[in-house]
């Protein structure tokens, strides 16, 4: 299960991109983490919004597989984000956790922390759906 998963988010070119980083893989969740880089902020300075979905989206869906069998893949039908806070820090650490698992859909939810050395605060919660697709 674990290296499915390190295997496909090492496709994807956005994670890349920014930086994100798989921090840990257990059956039903995943935790994702990006550094806010400054082509990552918006124009406060805050990690922009889209980094905060971009690591949340992702470590809801990669949850989400880790309870899928090896024929199928997952793809996000819809998510939704509510942000709490801005996100001031080092980096951003996304949890992704799967509340309902199903053949047909899966529900998902993840939290959001922008985290320095001595703090950690949420900055964003998710819920959504994901679809298992055959490969």
């Given at each position: 299960m674990e290296q499915r998963i390190r295997d496909s988010f090492a496709r994807q070119s956005m994670m890349e991109t920014l930086g994100?980083?798989?921090a840990s893989i257990t059956p039903g969740e995943v935790v994702i983490t990006a550094p806010i880089l400054g082509t990552?902020?918006?124009q406060q300075g805050y990690a922009h919004a889209a980094l905060?979905?971009?690591i949340g989206d992702s470590a809801a869906g990669y949850s989400a597989l880790t309870l899928l069998p090896?024929?199928?893949e997952v793809m996000t039908a819809e998510i939704k984000v509510n942000l709490l806070a801005p996100g001031a820090g080092d980096y951003l650490r996304a949890t992704g956790r799967v509340i309902k698992p199903?053949?047909?859909l899966v529900v998902v939810s993840a939290e959001v922390h922008a985290v320095t050395e001595e703090t950690e605060k949420l900055i964003a919660v998710l819920?959504?759906?994901m679809i298992p697709v055959s490969l």
């Open positions: 994100a980083t798989i990552s902020r918006q905060t979905f971009a090896e024929e199928q199903g053949r047909r819920q959504g759906t």
